[in-house]
């Protein structure tokens, strides 16, 4: 069993928890958009210093190999990501990082549903019942706060 990809996840989890706190701070005294540019700035650099690392020309990274096919489709994952990113950025300043992070957690079960709705994916019963605790865990906890 390969346990690199959950070390990934866990690690992943962790992190967001720590930059969901650290946003609510920064949201205290910055723009939900200017934030969000600097997320991506950061992003953009570090992703370059990596594939630079990793033998890519700085011409290449310039350059994406998708097919003409995919291209659609990876507009609509950069447009769905950013608007998800300014969407939890402003709930983390309306809202607190606490009370986003709870409802955010419920994202399962969309990628569930989306699964199948979009790709034919196989929704399991298991994952549909973690899915609505999860909500329903969430739902209870904003209510009750």
């Given at each position: 069993?390969?346990?690199?990809?959950?070390?990934?996840?866990?690690?992943?989890?962790?992190l967001?928890?720590?930059?969901?706190?650290?946003?609510?701070?920064?949201?205290?005294s910055?723009?939900?958009?200017?934030l969000?540019?600097?997320?991506?700035?950061?992003?953009?650099?570090?992703?370059?210093?990596i594939?630079?690392v990793?033998?890519?020309?700085?011409?290449?990274?310039?350059?994406?190999?998708?097919?003409?096919?995919?291209?659609?489709?990876?507009?609509?994952?950069?447009?769905?990501?950013?608007?998800?990113?300014?969407c939890?950025?402003?709930?983390?300043?309306?809202?607190?990082?606490?009370?986003?992070?709870?409802l955010?957690?419920?994202?399962?079960?969309?990628?569930a549903?989306?699964?199948?709705?979009?790709?034919?994916g196989q929704?399991?019963?298991q994952?549909?019942?973690?899915g609505?605790?999860?909500?329903?865990?969430?739902?209870?906890?904003?209510?009750?706060?």
């Amino acid at each position: 069993m390969n346990y690199s990809g959950y070390v990934l996840a866990v690690l992943a989890s962790v992190l967001w928890g720590l930059t969901y706190c650290l946003d609510e701070r920064v949201l205290a005294s910055l723009s939900v958009f200017k934030l969000y540019f600097l997320h991506c700035l950061c992003g953009v650099l570090v992703s370059a210093a990596i594939l630079l690392v990793q033998g890519h020309s700085p011409g290449s990274l310039m350059r994406f190999d998708t097919s003409a096919a995919s291209l659609p489709l990876v507009g609509l994952t950069l447009v769905t990501a950013t608007a998800a990113a300014l969407c939890i950025l402003g709930s983390i300043q309306l809202l607190g990082a606490g009370t986003s992070a709870v409802l955010e957690i419920s994202y399962p079960l969309f990628v569930a549903l989306f699964s199948v709705l979009l790709f034919q994916g196989q929704l399991h019963s298991q994952v549909v019942i973690g899915g609505m605790f999860i909500f329903i865990g969430a739902a209870i906890i904003v209510l009750a706060g």
